[in-house]
């Protein structure tokens, strides 16, 4: 525009039009940033998405049942629990969409396999151990996709691994807090917390050395089942305070015992030194006495 072409002071329209002209073209940089952002990010099937949901809303509603919850209770502990995780973390991370806005069909079949659940509990509690290991595998799922949601925003690696936690987790963590209780994953229990952090750390090493967004989510989900059924099978567990007292208590026990038995071991060396000092004097007095009587 040229200069004899500027809109004058006193045009109230040219005047609106310089101030929104800015503001307009710093929102559509944004929106192009957000929806580069978003086919960026990796591409996990609609179906696996469905898969967590659903496992997650039935170990929520299971959860509302033992609690003695109505329906309306056990429908909001199901949707905290499997889409609390990723609100928390687009709600922290204040970038592109949010998933349960985004994803029409995540709400309406958390909703339905919690109604499914609370009024036809039977054929869910006969099949716990398909129950756990799918819910390890939607553990591993959503610490990827959280981690990887981070990283495409272009956060530290750091925020990444604490925010794929926070996917994988964060809706059990508002669960136990709605329902007045620690926590479980701050208590003693075996690896499940630990576990997503093993899997977000792999999602986020191996995609910062080069490797793609596939093999990296594979990985994670593999790092994530792995480090729970290890924990399982050898029964380890997440250490409290008292054992790491205990083991410091050990290893203070091991470290004077040591002393100890170094302390033997430097007392029998004196005697020892002691009694051969003492025989060769002897001899020398043997030796002194026949050259006497010589």
């Known amino acids: 525009m040229r200069p004899g072409n500027r809109p004058r002071a006193s045009d109230p329209k040219a005047a609106r039009m310089h101030l929104i002209y800015p503001i307009l073209c710093s929102a559509s940089i944004t929106a192009i940033t957000a929806v580069r952002a978003a086919e960026s990010m990796v591409p996990v099937p609609v179906w696996m998405e469905m898969v967590a949901i659903v496992v997650a809303s039935i170990t929520g509603t299971l959860a509302a049942r033992e609690r003695k919850l109505d329906l309306v209770g056990a429908i909001c502990l199901a949707v905290l629990v499997s889409l609390g995780g990723g609100l928390l973390r687009d709600v922290i991370l204040q970038v592109g969409n949010v998933y349960i806005l985004n994803q029409p069909l995540a709400l309406p079949v958390s909703v339905i396999t919690a109604a499914l ?15 756990a290991l799918l819910d390890i595998f939607s553990v591993g799922l959503y610490a990827a996709t959280g981690a990887d949601k ?11 691994v604490m925010m794929g936690f926070f996917t994988a987790v964060g809706g059990g963590m508002l669960r136990d807090v709605c329902l007045g209780e620690t926590p479980r994953i701050f208590q003693r229990s075996t690896f499940y917390a630990v576990a997503a952090i093993g899997g977000s750390v792999s999602y986020t090493l191996l995609t910062g050395i080069g490797y793609s967004h596939i093999v990296a989510l594979v990985a ?59 025989q060769r004097e002897e001899i020398r007095r043997a030796w002194r006495g026949r050259y006497r009587r010589r």
Do not use: W
């Open 150 to 160: 981070a990283l495409v925003y272009g956060f530290e690696p750091m925020v990444c």
């Open 220 to 278: 994670c989900v593999a790092v994530t089942i792995a480090l729970r059924f290890l924990s399982l099978h050898y029964n380890i567990q997440s250490p409290t305070d008292e054992d790491i007292a205990r083991a410091a208590h050990k290893v203070k026990n091991r470290a004077s015992a040591l002393r100890s038995a170094e302390s033997l071991e430097r007392r029998r060396g004196r005697i020892q030194a002691d009694i051969s000092r003492r």
């Open 117 to 131: 659940t609370f009024v036809f509990p039977s054929p869910f509690l006969k099949q716990d151990r398909v129950i």
